[in-house]
C-alpha cells in the first residue's frame, strides 16, 4: 500500500509527438487537394502544386522562413472557405488517406507511454480541425494545433492562434502548469529543426526522421535519433480497434490543408531557385 501512494504522489508526466513525418508518413492535409478541386475550392494549379509539395516535403521539410510564409498563404487560400462545405468534402477523405498512413512504430511508442502512465499529446502546426480527429483515432489524450478564425460558417482567413516554433514549446508550459507534468521526466518526437523549442522543454528529446538542420542538431546534443518507416493501418494492426464514425473523423480538415500547402510550396519554389543558381 505505501508503494502505491508513493507513486500516485510521483509528478505525472506525458510525451509530446509532433504530427506530420513524425507519426503519419506524409503531410496530414496535402492529401485533400483532389478532394478540393472537386469541391471547387482550389483550382488545377494548386492540385499540381500541392502533389509536389508533398514531394519536397517528403524530402526536405521547411525551414523557419518558408514556415512563416504559409501564414500569408494560409490567409489568401482559406478565406471565405464554408466550413460546412468543407466537412463535407472531407468527410470520406480523412478516414480513408490518414488511417493507412500511421507509423506502426509511433503506435508502438503511444501505446508504451501509455502503458508506463505517460499521457500522450499530438502537438501540430496543422489546424485543430484536422489533428484533433486524428489524436482521437490515435488514442492522444490532448491536442495542441493552429486555430483559425470563423466568423457566420466560413473562415475569416485570420490565425487565432499558430501552434509553431516556440508557440508549441510555450504551449507545452503552460500544459506543464495546468496538468502537474514534469518536464525533466518528459518526451518529445519530432521531425523537424523548426520543433528545437519544443525538443530543448523536455527531458527526453527524440529527432525522428529528421530533416538535416536536425539531425545536425540531434547529433551535436546526443539526443536519440529514430527512424520510422513502416506505414500501416491500425485496423489491420489492432484488429479490434474501434475506429471513430468517419463524421466525427472528417471535421473541417482545410485549415490544417491550406497551412500545409502554403508552406510547402514557398519550399518548392526555394528548392528550385537554389538549384537554378549552382
Known amino acids: ?20 513525418k513524425t507519426v503519419i508518413a506524409k503531410s496530414s492535409t496535402l492529401t485533400f487537394s483532389k478532394s478540393f478541386y472537386r469541391g471547387g475550392l482550389i483550382n488545377r494549379r494548386a492540385v499540381l502544386r500541392t502533389a509536389y509539395s508533398q514531394f519536397v516535403y517528403l524530402v526536405g521539410g521547411a525551414d523557419h522562413g518558408q514556415t512563416e510564409r504559409m501564414r500569408e498563404y494560409l490567409s489568401a487560400l482559406c478565406r471565405g472557405w464554408n466550413v460546412q462545405q468543407v466537412r463535407e468534402i472531407v468527410a470520406e477523405t480523412l478516414h480513408d488517406l490518414i488511417d493507412p498512413i500511421i507509423y506502426d512504430e509511433a503506435a508502438s511508442l503511444i501505446e508504451e507511454h501509455h502503458s ?18 486524428i489524436g482521437e483515432l490515435l488514442g492522444a489524450d490532448r491536442v495542441v494545433a493552429t486555430r483559425m478564425v470563423v466568423e457566420d460558417g466560413r473562415f475569416t482567413g485570420e490565425i487565432e492562434y499558430y501552434a509553431y516554433g516556440p508557440a508549441k514549446a510555450e504551449a507545452i ?19 523537424s529543426v523548426t520543433d528545437i523549442p519544443m525538443l530543448e522543454s523536455v527531458g527526453h528529446p527524440c529527432a525522428v526522421n529528421p530533416d538535416r538542420g536536425l539531425r545536425r542538431e540531434a547529433v551535436a546534443r546526443d539526443w536519440p535519433v529514430l527512424s520510422f518507416n513502416r506505414p500501416v493501418r491500425l485496423k489491420q494492426r489492432v484488429p479490434s480497434l474501434s475506429l471513430p464514425p468517419r ?14 500547402t502554403a508552406g510547402l510550396v514557398w519550399y518548392a519554389s526555394r528548392r528550385r531557385a537554389a538549384y537554378a543558381r549552382v
Open 1 to 20: 500500500m505505501l508503494c502505491s501512494v508513493e507513486n500516485r504522489l510521483l509528478p505525472r508526466t506525458a510525451a509530446f509527438f509532433d504530427l506530420d
Open 116 to 133: 508506463a502512465g505517460r499521457d500522450v499529446v499530438i502537438v501540430s502546426t496543422s489546424g485543430a480541425e484536422v489533428v484533433e480527429p
Open 173 to 191: 508550459a503552460q500544459l506543464a502548469a495546468s496538468e502537474g507534468y514534469d518536464l525533466a521526466r518528459c518526451y518529445a518526437y519530432s521531425d
Open 247 to 260: 463524421p466525427v473523423l472528417a471535421a473541417v480538415a482545410a485549415v490544417g490543408a491550406a497551412a500545409a
